[in-house]
């Protein structure tokens, strides 16, 4: 068994490097090469499976990273199987609360807002209870926070971040890389309530984390680079924030191709300034390009999808299209009834906006 | 002799290796969420 560990060990970091450098199918090779030699045994030791459980995350983290939230979370159930066998220690704890944050993001992410709160408030409770490992909560504290804002539960979400935030840098000082992630979402939170203001801040401050950070990290430099971007168009800067929206665009895809959902959010963004600047022939299109790489991803019906459709319909309005406008309202105002419920402040807003163009 | 070096070597890497695959992400920040407008008229 020794040796097909070992052997399973350097595959699999040679699949983390590759995934890191953007050779993501020979990433995925190389990841499902490396399970096939760590078979699943049932054990008591977290040493005789934490080469397996190792591999399942990457492979977990790999399909999050492609946006296929449900092989994710298969992946973090078959993990979390595993470890479930083991006796209790601080090291086996640590990891299911990992396992169970990614699960429940992935839930999250696949609209399923339930599950997802069942599965993250256990990883909570797992996290308070573990010993000597203070910072431990943090991880689902955040990822509460982010599935409150996705439910339009803000003052929730702001707790949760907060007490996320004051556990960082009480215990790793106000510098820390982790700091870029709750600022990268604070700032989040602010620009979904439209204070657009106070939100450049705290994406500036994850910006500047995420740069100065060892070892670089690009893809959350990305992603911290776009919601600045988001922030700056809210607040109708509209130059700069295309300028940053481009380039963090020009990152997904070299990084992805053009059809990858982190592509999708950029261009959605990049389209409400089109918008914004009067051009609705590519604001059109944009949106179209969005909700095709979307509706690819997540299916037919998802918040997501709405909010295009939304945004879709006030371009229509805006040029005088009105029955096209309708039919996106009605759409949107279904599916977001559907998916996040009739009081939820997207639902509301849609509504609101189909009111005012009849 | 030869033996019990090289089972050595493996158990020493092994114990090694362990360490290093349980050294996951316990801490947190690693999520983040989407900044999409939705336009309100």
């Known amino acids: 068994m020794g040796i097909r560990n070992l052997k399973a060990r350097r595959i699999h970091r040679k699949a983390k490097a590759l995934w890191r450098d953007g050779h993501t199918e020979r990433a995925a090779r190389l990841a499902l090469r490396a399970l096939e030699l760590v078979p ?27 946006a296929n939230h449900s092989e994710a979370q298969r992946r973090c159930d078959d993990a979390l199987v595993l470890l479930e066998k083991v006796e209790p220690s601080a090291s086996r704890d640590e990891w299911c609360v990992a396992l169970l944050v990614h699960k429940g993001n992935s839930q999250r992410l696949s609209a399923r807002y339930d599950e997802s709160a069942l599965t993250l408030a256990g990883a909570l409770v797992l996290a308070e ?47 820390a890389p982790e700091l870029a992630a ?41 992603a911290d ?20 929206l481009s380039e963090a665009l020009a990152l997904w895809r070299s990084r992805y191709g053009n059809r990858h959902y982190e592509v999708a959010v950029q261009l959605h963004n990049l389209a409400a300034i089109q918008q914004a600047q009067g051009d609705y022939s590519s604001a059109e299109a944009t949106l179209g390009e969005a909700l095709e790489i979307k509706r690819g ?62 | 002799m030869f033996r019990k070096i090289w089972t050595t070597a493996v158990l020493t890497a092994t114990a090694l290796g362990f360490a290093a695959a349980t050294a996951g992400p316990a801490l947190a920040g690693t999520r983040l969420n989407h900044c999409e407008p939705l336009v309100r008229r």
């Open chain 1, 40 to 66: 699943p045994v049932e054990s008591a030791s977290v040493a005789r499976v934490a080469d397996r459980v190792s591999v399942l995350e990457t492979l977990a983290q790999f399909a999050s990273d492609l």
């Open chain 1, 129 to 175: 209870q573990t010993p000597d490992s203070p910072l431990l909560p943090a991880g689902p504290l955040n990822a509460l926070g982010i599935l409150s804002k996705d439910r339009g539960l803000y003052e929730d979400a702001g707790i949760y971040y907060n007490r996320a935030l004051g556990l960082l840098t009480g215990h790793a000082g106000t510098d």
């Open chain 1, 182 to 222: 709750i600022y990268h979402n604070l700032a989040g939170l602010a620009h979904v309530q439209g204070q657009f203001t106070q939100a450049e801040e705290p994406a500036r401050r994850a910006v500047h984390s995420r740069r100065v950070a060892s070892p670089p990290d690009p893809a959350g430099l990305a």
């Open chain 1, 225 to 244: 680079l776009s919601v600045l971007g988001a922030v700056l168009a809210g607040q109708e800067r509209f130059d700069e924030a295309a300028a940053i």
């Open chain 1, 297 to 358: 991803i997540l299916g037919e019906s998802h918040p997501e999808i709405a909010a295009i459709l939304n945004n879709l319909a006030t371009v229509y309005s805006d040029i005088g299209r009105r029955r096209e406008a309708r039919e996106c309202y009605d759409h949107a105002i279904e599916m977001f009834t559907q998916t996040l419920g009739e009081d939820h402040p997207s639902t509301l807003a849609c509504i609101q906006n189909r009111h005012n163009l009849a």
